[in-house]
């Protein structure tokens, strides 16, 4: 079985529960919190993992005791991890904020994740040989994803990048380099520069369009409890997500990314993968917490 790589963030994660999240200089009263393993990088190595996915995760951590816990939870799981020690660092921290409905805002401080540079990525090349993806998203420095966009480029690695957080400042010509682009409906948003705050499905589809036929990718474009939509230079999907008690949304993308590459990775169609994506998502946001939320292969029956 070939190897999927991810290169991404891993972050200790604090999880507050609450009846309603806070608005702007108000204080509110958690009813409970939780230490949990995070990190958009993490949760979708995580994801693929426990999808059945031979999963690389290349991340930086600091010299700290949150560090090393992480690590080891991780490789607990079964992931190959190649944790980069940087000693002038914290590990990275997130603080969510999860309401009775299950939606989330988190606060993220990058730590290490923000220290890890392309000359630690070009010493860790010979490990994206043979890979069958590479996984990227955005909680790493703008100069670490293009180095490793590049490199996947001239090893003829599909890359699959989720922009979260979106930044603005990302080169859209990089999507050149991109085999599948999966964002979520605010970050598909704000590629476009009248910043719309909202677009029905068929305005999706059309922008989306473009960009696919602009750059020569793929699009998904996650909708929350809508769904998500597929679309490249000839065909659209759509898949409904499940109806499901919301319990936290926390790191439902993140396992929905990591099961559609699982899938993709054995064979399936596009569309098969969304669906088994969308199961999995929809375990995710019945259980409180990011990587303990998600699921593992035997529970998609």
Excluded at 133 to 161: D, G, R
Excluded at 238 to 265: C, H, L, M, Q, W
Aim: glycine content about 6%; hydrophobic content about 40%; aromatic content about 8%.
């Amino acid at each position: 079985m070939k190897k999927i790589v991810v290169i991404g963030s891993v972050n200790q994660d604090i999880s507050l529960t609450m009846r309603n999240l806070p608005s702007e200089g108000d204080t509110v009263i958690a009813q409970s919190i939780k230490y949990n393993g995070g990190g958009k990088g993490a949760n979708q190595a995580v994801s693929l993992n426990r999808m059945g996915s031979n999963t690389t995760f290349i991340c930086a951590v600091g010299n700290d005791e949150n560090g090393t816990q992480l690590v080891d939870n991780l490789v607990k799981d079964g992931i190959h991890v190649i944790p980069i020690a940087k000693e002038d660092e914290s590990t990275g921290f997130a603080i969510i904020a999860v309401d009775s409905s299950g939606k989330n805002n988190i606060i993220v401080y990058p730590g290490a994740n923000y220290a890890l540079n392309s000359e630690d990525i070009m010493s860790l090349k010979e490990e994206l040989q043979d890979a069958s993806y590479c996984v990227l998203q955005f909680e790493l420095q703008l100069p670490v994803i293009e180095t490793v966009l590049e490199c996947c480029k001239s090893m003829n690695i599909p890359v699959v990048l989720n922009p979260a957080p979106y930044h603005p400042d990302f080169d859209l010509e990089w999507l050149k380099n991109v085999e599948y682009f999966i964002p979520n409906e605010n970050e598909f948003c704000s590629l476009f520069d009248d910043k719309q705050d909202a677009l029905n499905l068929d305005d999706i589809k059309e922008r989306a369009r473009k960009l696919c036929k602009q750059y020569d990718l793929k699009i998904i474009v996650t909708l929350g409890s809508i769904g998500s939509v597929y679309i490249d230079q000839e065909t659209d999907h759509f898949v409904a997500s499940y109806k499901v008690n919301a319990i936290d949304t926390t790191a439902a993308g993140d396992t929905y990314i990591g099961a559609f590459v699982s899938r993709i990775d054995c064979g399936d169609t596009v569309l098969d993968a969304m669906k088994f994506a969308t199961k999995a998502s929809s375990l995710t946001v019945s259980t409180k917490g990011a990587q303990e939320s998600i699921p593992y292969l035997k529970q998609m029956v």
